[in-house]
């Protein structure tokens, strides 16, 4: 009796792990758009523990406000620095704006500048504070993973939030640069702590969205930051800073409410079997 062998679709498919037939037949089919799929899959129970993902996804929104008040927090100054705060040598009233002050009794008083070279600005905006950052940012991160994460978050927002309130209140160049460094110290408690987070949060498939979502704070800080300066036409640039420091304050009133540290998890891979080559297949090959 002459045996048929089997055509290639056939060896393939034998060749195929069961698994992943058993996968693609589960697969759900795509509803609604790109942005309506992603949501839906960080919120959807963990294949692994069977929670829900939703509080993850609320401390991710925590996380993302966070690092929108820590970039607004360190570029108001950029704004208000040359427009306000610093005295002008060629005029003694350059901090002065008359029509400010008749509109509001929050506005600077005449002469409350502080003596700022132009190189003093750009040390002020520049090395001040991101060589304090790059460096306290190593061990702060060694600490977030050998610690408490939310607590050195905390210990942060609070610590920066106080420099940031204390700008309110310097009156000399020396001043500002030690509470421009303390903001870099504090500051630098929020990436490492954010990443980490969100790594034991999310899933590896859903990680890059969650990250790509957090990293956008980066922007609309940035914006916030340079729009808030901009009250410095009808509001003492003291008062600006006193603001953002007790608005700080709200958010360490928010993050314990929200976060909670998962604990550092293991990633969890599916493996898959290799396909076994049967006498068929390697005849065919040999064939060709």
């Known amino acids: 009796m002459e045996v048929i062998p089997p055509s290639r679709d056939e060896l393939r498919r034998e ?23 992603r949501i839906h899959r960080l919120v959807q129970r963990d294949a692994h523990t069977g ?13 993302f406000l966070v ?14 620095l040359p427009d306000g705060m610093r005295c002008d040598s060629n005029k003694t009233d350059h901090c002065f704006n008359q029509t400010a002050h008749n509109a ?12 700022v070279s132009e190189t003093g600005q750009g040390l002020l905006t520049g090395p001040v504070f991101t060589v304090v ?27 920066w939030s106080l420099m940031v309130f204390c700008t309110g209140y310097v009156n000399n160049f020396w001043e500002l640069v030690l509470v421009r460094m ?19 949060l999310f899933l590896p498939e859903n990680r890059a969205t969650a990250l790509a979502g957090f990293s956008f704070g980066i922007y609309l800080g940035g914006a916030i930051g340079y729009a808030f300066g901009a009250l410095n036409e009808v509001l003492c640039w003291r008062w600006l800073f006193r603001s953002l420091g007790i608005l700080g304050v709200v958010m360490v009133v928010v993050v314990l409410a929200v976060i909670r540290d998962p604990g550092h998890q293991k990633d969890h891979t599916v493996k898959t079997k290799k396909p076994q080559k049967n006498q068929y297949t390697i005849a065919v090959r040999n064939q060709n």
């Open 67 to 80: 690092y929108v008040l820590n970039q607004a927090d360190r570029l108001v100054l950029a704004v208000v």
């Open 104 to 115: 509001s009794n929050l506005a600077c008083s005449p002469g409350d500048c502080i003596d």
């Open 182 to 200: 303390g903001l870099g110290i504090g500051e630098a408690t929020c990436n490492p702590v954010a990443y980490s987070l969100i790594s034991d």
């Open 15 to 37: 060749s195929e792990p069961e698994e992943r037939h058993e996968f693609e037949m589960a697969k759900p089919k795509k509803e609604g758009n790109f942005l309506t799929r």
């Open 133 to 159: 950052y790059v460096v306290a940012g190593i061990p702060l991160a060694w600490l977030s993973d050998k610690g408490s994460r939310i607590a050195v978050l905390v210990v942060g927002i609070v610590f």
């Open 51 to 63: 929670k829900s993902n939703v509080h993850a996804l609320c401390s991710l929104v925590v996380l």
